[in-house]
């Protein structure tokens, strides 16, 4: 089992930036790929971009390409999702997610595919 906790999420005008950490405890990250996901009121979760076990692999959607940077220190067992120059359409409840993967280079970009999940964390950009 897998426990995942997300923090760092709050309040900030647009153009600002804001690092989200998802702490993982019961079973180290380094055999899981990971992904950060985002849902906004009426709406449905989506993806945001995911990382493989390795590392090596990184895939963000679309829409937060070359704003949102995901990374991982495994001494601390933690991902985080770095977002710079936030919109405000970037305003959602963001979850990370973790997946067991047989091998170290998939990216897994659907809910499906994960098998453990966090609480979520409050991002909220004004205009």
């Known amino acids: 089992q897998v426990q995942l906790v997300e923090s760092g999420g709050g309040l900030v005008q647009a153009g600002g930036s804001l690092r989200l950490s998802c702490a993982a405890s019961g079973r180290t990250l380094s055999r899981y790929a990971m992904g950060w996901f985002r849902q906004a009121p009426g709406k449905e979760r989506e993806f945001v971009g995911a990382?493989?076990?390795?590392?090596?692999?990184?895939y963000y959607a679309d829409s937060v390409k070359g704003r949102f940077t995901i990374s991982r220190d495994g001494v601390k067992n933690t991902m985080y999702l770095q977002m710079n120059s936030l919109k405000p359409e970037d305003t959602a409840v963001y979850y990370c997610?973790?997946?067991?993967?047989?091998?170290?280079?998939?990216?897994?970009?659907?809910?499906?595919?994960?098998?453990?999940w966090g609480q979520g964390t409050q991002v909220t950009v004004s205009s």
């Open positions: 990382n493989s076990w390795s590392g090596g692999n990184t």
């Open positions: 997610a973790a997946a067991m993967t047989a091998r170290p280079f998939p990216i897994i970009i659907a809910t499906s595919g994960y098998d453990y």
